[in-house]
């Protein structure tokens, strides 16, 4: 069974910096595509970045972009999302979620919820204005 356990989420002022983090076990890390997604209260979950198994590929919600990153570095068994000018409605609680993509090309990544397999328990990222 693969687990997932994110960190780096914290309260920061708008204009900030924070790089969560997603550390997987129980499982081959390399094998899987990795996405992150958030949920602020009230809404619903929505896709924020995801990276293919290879790191070749990835995408990123129009809402972060020029202004997130997201890396892995497979050695580590680890995930990143490098979140700079953070804004007030970033605020929400971050989750990490890993694809088994064995039998996809080492460009494949998903962006959608239910494309995935495993998911992490959250980290709350909380902007201050």
């Known amino acids: 069974q693969v687990q997932l356990v994110e960190s780096g989420g914290g309260l920061v002022q708008a204009g900030g910096s924070l790089r969560l983090s997603c550390a997987t076990s129980g499982g081959t890390f390399s094998w899987y595509a990795m996405g992150w997604f958030r949920q602020a209260p009230g809404k619903e979950r929505e896709f924020v970045a995801s990276i293919s198994r290879s790191g070749v590929s990835r995408d990123l919600a129009d809402s972060v972009k020029g202004r997130f990153t997201i890396s892995r570095d497979n050695a580590k068994d680890t995930v990143y999302l490098q979140m700079n000018s953070l804004l007030p409605e970033d605020t929400a609680v971050y989750y990490c979620?890993?694809?088994?993509?064995?039998?996809?090309?080492?460009?494949?990544?998903?962006?959608?919820?239910?494309?995935?397999?495993?998911w992490g328990q959250g980290t709350q990222v909380t902007v201050s204005s």
């Open positions: 979620a890993a694809r088994d993509a064995t039998y996809k090309s080492g460009g494949y990544y998903a962006t959608t919820g239910p494309e995935y397999d495993y």
